[in-house]
């Protein structure tokens, strides 16, 4: 017998075929940027298969289904078309490392990033050596400073090629590769020689003459602060008032989110309106889109302008307006301009949360009739965008804000009169004494503001930070997420199935990956630790440690990250060289070790004796180990090729362990780079067997001596590297964790 309400169901999709269309192709596309970057053969099979759903439209009822089918398809050819050269990543991997000369254009806006900025760039010419180097693809040209290089601006920057820096939870080449851009340019120099004309630099323009009319009108830091407050930008804003508008939730007030565009469209069509009448809306348009572009085009913004450009234009037009239709065509009219949003962390919360406002705010809002009315909305608005962008806010940010709910209920309400007067202010600076005087008022407001941040981050846990967020429990929280939303729009009869889903998802997801945890092959983590090294092996068995590099909050960071939760001991504690580099992170570990190995020779320094007596003093037993033993630990043989047996401990780079760790898969790791050339070439001849891969020595400056490099031909190379420490005649292939991040590779 059919089932009615599955009939009624799937019927009623066809009342919403845009909605599930733009879904379709949103999920393809996305899935394929995030799951399956750059593999051309994919969409071609894609795209392939998506022809026959047209006939597959007319003989399935709903029709919108084979449709969906199709767009998703379509989605994921968009997302892995090949580039134009599909021979540029290797040019550009040759070219990495060396100091090139560009010109070109910007193609995008810029970004604030590590204390300067960054855009993108096609070049003209790009000069490596003197020589041009043939087509590498676009840069990512990043620099420090107050340059400002807006798009359409041609430039001229001199710096070092290098590979875009990975993150282990985020993978920027991939998010790069879908510009076409395989190479970061980490400039010295940076000139802007022929500036964008004609309406290419009116945002700029905009941007540039507001700045001035409010650093003319109001003091430091009230300027900075209403600068971010309207246009998004970031720039003078003290350290410390960032830090407690990070702690409580109200960082969100320095971007251009859909908030301001909604505010500045209601501005807009309360001047325009009295005015123009029913001709206000395509004024009102295009200055919407002006205000997101000045703005810099964020994708809060964007999507803010194109979802109000939509109801604006519907009303005009007599109608009606959907907001789930209107936010999924904006979500795949975004992904299909740019595949490369997927991994956008701003274009992730902005849909997330506008979703979780939508679904949340309501039944929140019904449950807090005792706040009043002002604080009522703007507290439910900002505890539902938390629950729904929860899982994004700890990865990316690494911060939760308990208080922000309150926070933003102090704050909102005011918003709406900041931005109008702070809009104000730009065309009364002609008028420089009406501009100071309006902005007298303003100014109570922005310190108003300021105050709320400072008071609140002072609370006790105003912020809780967050280590490590990993996506399965992403993954488990919005199963569990959705199906209570679910439970609470479905018949009553089919409520306890949902709340049943949501309980039993998160709980099977969570046992899955914790299992795959516990079970993970083995696998060795060359640690982002900073000026210094330190190497992690791990297997089902146990865990070993290699050096703590120099800072204990770094490799506490680091081993909780990558240990399980309930692993809080090693197997095995080696201490290669006695160099703060090597020993400072020791300084307080909490996890006891079974074994602590150190070199058998009278080296100098107090540091490294003092991390081996309190891992002795917790129950570790200490072993002196000289070339020729070989040690077995956590699935691991650990192969001593240095010191020497009587090596002089006062010279540097002779008495320090050298290690071969070999895996059962006969995989191998060399940690040699303590030893000085002498010592390599020594230890050389007593390599039992190949290395898979091998630890360059004094920090990636140099490469092995020419002996290691013949007993270890063919080996992966690594350097352990501080963020933008310059290493120079490393071949391209070099895995450098100041790129890198951590760097985890199977053994």
């Not at 789930?324 to 595949?339: C, D, E």
């Not at 081993?559 to 580099?581: E, K, S, Y």
């Not at 007993?711 to 100041?738: E, K």
């Amino acid at each position: 017998m059919s089932d009615p309400g599955g009939g009624r169901s799937l019927r009623s999709l066809a009342r919403v075929p845009a909605l599930i269309i733009a879904l379709a192709w949103s999920i393809g596309l996305a899935a394929a940027v995030v799951m399956a970057p750059s593999q051309p053969w994919l969409g071609a099979v894609a795209v392939a298969l998506a022809i026959p759903c047209l006939a597959l439209a007319l003989a399935i009822r709903p029709a919108v289904l084979a449709f969906a089918l199709m767009a998703a398809l379509l989605g994921v050819g968009r997302a892995e078309l090949p580039a134009s050269d599909p021979n540029a990543v290797t040019r550009a991997a040759f070219v990495a490392g060396q100091t090139a000369t560009v010109a070109g254009r910007v193609a995008d806006d810029s970004r604030a990033a590590s204390g300067g900025s960054e855009v993108l760039v096609e070049p003209d010419v790009v000069l490596v050596g003197g020589v041009p180097a043939p087509n590498i693809g676009n840069l990512m040209v990043r620099w420090r400073g107050p340059q400002v290089a807006g798009f359409g601006d041609q430039i001229n920057a001199t710096g070092r090629l290098v590979l875009p820096r990975d993150l282990p939870s985020f993978d920027r080449r991939a998010y790069l590769a879908q510009r076409h851009a395989y190479l970061e340019l980490d400039a010295t120099s940076i000139n802007v020689t022929n500036p964008s004309t004609g309406l290419t630099a009116l945002p700029a323009w905009l941007r540039t003459r507001y700045t001035a009319a409010l650093d003319s009108s109001m003091p430091a830091p009230h300027a900075a602060v209403l600068l971010g407050v309207v246009l998004g930008i970031r720039h003078g804003i003290p350290p410390e008032l960032q830090q407690a508008l990070i702690a409580t939730g109200l960082i969100h007030l320095l971007v251009l989110s859909g908030l301001k565009v909604a505010v500045f469209a209601r501005i807009l069509q309360g001047a325009l309106r009295p005015i123009l009448g029913r001709y206000a809306t395509w004024p009102a348009l295009c200055l919407i889109g002006l205000y997101a572009l000045a703005g810099g085009a964020t994708p809060a913004a964007i999507r803010a302008a194109v979802m109000g450009g939509m109801a604006l234009s519907a009303a005009n037009l007599g109608r009606p307006s959907h907001v789930w239709t209107s936010l999924a065509t904006t979500a795949a009219a975004m992904l299909a301009w740019r595949p490369e949003l997927a991994w956008d962390v701003g274009f992730q919360l902005s849909f997330a949360g506008t979703t979780a406002i939508i679904l949340l705010t309501p039944a929140i809002e019904s449950r807090l009739g005792w706040i009043p009315p002002v604080l009522r909305e703007p507290f439910a608005v900002t505890c539902a965008a938390q629950i729904g962008t929860l899982p994004m806010m700890a990865t990316d940010f690494h911060v939760l804000s308990p208080v922000g709910p309150i926070a933003n209920a102090a704050v909102l309400p005011i918003l709406p009169l900041i931005v109008a007067a702070g809009l104000l202010l730009g065309p009364l600076s002609i008028l420089p004494d009406v501009a100071r005087a309006a902005a007298i008022p303003l100014a109570g407001l922005l310190e108003y503001l300021e105050q709320v941040a400072y008071l609140l981050a002072r609370l006790p846990a105003a912020a809780i930070p967050v280590v490590k967020f990993p996506p399965w429990l992403g993954l488990a929280y919005y199963a569990g997420l959705g199906g209570l939303i679910g439970a609470r729009h479905v018949a009553p009869r089919g409520r306890a199935l949902a709340v049943g889903g949501g309980v039993a998802a998160p709980l099977l997801i969570a046992v899955t990956a914790l299992a795959m945890w516990a079970q993970a092959p083995a696998q060795v983590d060359v640690l982002a630790v900073g000026n210094g090294q330190a190497l992690l092996f791990r297997s089902p068995q146990g865990a070993i440690l290699v050096d703590a590099g120099p800072s204990p909050t770094r490799l506490k960071d680091e081993l909780g990250q990558l240990m399980p939760p309930w692993q809080t001991r090693l197997d095995l504690l080696a201490i290669t060289a006695p160099g703060l580099g090597h020993v400072g992170g020791f300084a307080g570990l909490d996890r006891p070790a079974a074994t602590v190995v150190v070199p058998e020779a009278q080296i100098t320094g107090s540091a490294w004796r003092t991390a081996a007596f309190e891992a002795s003093a917790r129950g570790a037993r200490v072993i002196r180990a000289h070339a020729g033993e070989v040690l077995q630990a956590a699935g691991f043989r650990l192969e001593v090729i240095s010191p020497e047996p009587g090596a002089a401990g006062g010279e540097v780079g002779v008495a320090y362990l050298g290690l071969r760790v070999v895996a059962t898969s006969a995989r191998s790791f060399c940690d040699l780079s303590d030893l000085d050339v002498d010592a390599q070439t020594v230890a050389a001849a007593r390599l039992q067997g190949t290395c898979t891969y091998l630890l360059l020595p004094s920090e990636g400056h140099s490469l092995p001596s020419p002996e290691i490099q013949h007993a270890a031909a063919g080996a992966q190379l690594i350097a352990s590297l501080a963020s933008g420490r310059l290493a120079r005649g490393l071949p391209p292939s070099v895995l450098r964790t100041d790129q890198e991040g951590t760097i985890t590779l199977p053994m």
